[in-house]
Each structure stands twice: as C-alpha cells, then as structure tokens.
C-alpha cells in the first residue's frame, strides 16, 4: 500500500491564532489530496479537494478564507486553519487516491485532534 | 447526489458469534466503489474489504465477507467469529471515479461482548 503521513497528531491553541496541519504522500505522488473534518460521534465530511498546482475546491458550507489549503508539490498539502475558535475544535484527516495497484483505494493520513481553547 | 446510509447506529455481538452491518446507498452512476471502514479509538481509519459495482461476486478477506445486491443498492458487511479486536466504530463509502472523494455513511458503532 502507500503511506500518508499526517501532522500534528494532536493541537492544542489558543483562540486567534493560527494552526497549519500537514499531510505528506510519503512513496507516491498525490495529485489530489481530500480534507475531511469529523466531529464527535459523527462521520467524516468533506470539507475540500486539493490539486497540486491549482486552487482547492470547498464544499458548500466550508469558509475558505478561514480554513486555507495549500497544495505545492505532488507530496505535500497543508491546511490552515486561520483564527481559530472553540468552534473548530474537531478532528481533520486527509486521504489521497491510491495509483497503480492501489488505484482504487483511498489512503488516510492519522489524523489530527485540534483543540482551540 | 450519491448518499450513503447505515441504518444500524450501534451493534453488539457475542465473542465468536457472526455479525452483520447493514448499507444502503443511492447512485445513479453504473461503476463505482464501495468499501468497509474500520475506525477504532485510534481514529486512523482501517479498510476491511472493497468491492467493484462491475463484479458480481461478493469480496471477501478472511472473516469478513460483504453481501452485495447492486440491483437493490445494498452492500452489507458480516464480520464471522467476530473478536474483541473488531471493536470499533465501521463505516460503509462509495466513490465514483478514482480521483474522487469518498462518501461515508453515518457509522455503526460495533461493541464485542466476551
């Protein structure tokens, strides 16, 4: 299988500040990077698709000023989550598409627990 | 637009016993994807099994089997001679394409009872 690599596992910040999560596609080249956000108890929803080399795609719903995704280079795409507050307290995790054997799966970073206090 | 639903929210079964996860989903596409996720305290998310709509025969890895009737949009999940390792919460997704994102059910919450 591939292998994608997420950090931070876990944030802690203050409310204001700023927090970027990153996800590293660590054998392979991810094109495309989903970013999804899981409350409590609840499913994972998507919040944005990211191309390397273009401008990412929200879903409706998802403020894209507040939460910038970045995606620079075919293993790496970052999401920011700019002036944070409790709200956004959640759990973030990235998936990329598999390529060649694996094309027809989906591989999950670790996830990150952000907690804004 | 394509939903997936999981009408079970939490199940239970007995060590060593057989268990069966349920999921619907509402497409209009011919070929897709659907899979079984597992997702334990951990919250790293685990694939149990994947099935191609093309294939008629029903995928299966080691204890776990699915139950596929693309005529009624069903793909359920049996676990068999389920352990306490197979706690967790499962979640049942559907894709189109290869470049496209999944989408997940709400969740069914498995406990393992020794």
């Known amino acids: 299988g591939a292998v994608v690599s997420q950090h931070p596992s876990w944030v802690i910040c203050k409310s204001g500040t700023s927090v970027k999560i990153e996800c590293r596609s660590l054998d392979f080249q991810a094109t495309t990077m989903f970013w999804y956000r899981q409350f409590p108890k609840q499913s994972l929803m998507l919040m944005a698709t990211?191309?390397?080399?273009?401008?990412?795609?929200?879903e409706q719903g998802v403020e894209k000023d507040k939460f910038l995704i970045n995606h620079a280079s075919l293993t790496l795409s970052t999401l920011t989550v700019t002036s944070a507050h409790p709200e956004d307290s959640s759990f973030y995790i990235c998936s990329a598409p598999g390529q060649g054997a694996w094309n027809t799966e989906a591989f999950f970073g670790q996830g990150t627990r952000l907690t804004v206090v | 637009a394509q939903t997936v639903t999981q009408s079970q929210p939490e199940m239970s079964v007995q060590e060593a016993e057989t268990v069966t996860l349920s999921c619907t989903y509402d497409t209009s596409e011919s070929d897709y994807y659907l899979f079984w996720y597992k997702q334990p305290p951990s919250r790293q998310m685990i694939l149990v099994i994947r099935?191609?709509?093309?294939?008629?025969q029903n995928a299966t890895e080691n204890r776990f089997s699915v139950n596929f009737q693309k005529a009624a949009k069903s793909f359920s999940l049996k676990i068999s001679d389920s352990q306490l390792g197979d706690a967790a919460m499962y979640f049942c997704a559907y894709r189109v394409g290869r470049d496209t994102p999944l989408v997940f059910g709400k969740g069914t919450r498995l406990s393992v009872i020794a």
């Open positions: 990211s191309n390397e080399g273009s401008k990412a795609t929200y």
């Open positions: 099935q191609e709509a093309y294939k008629q």
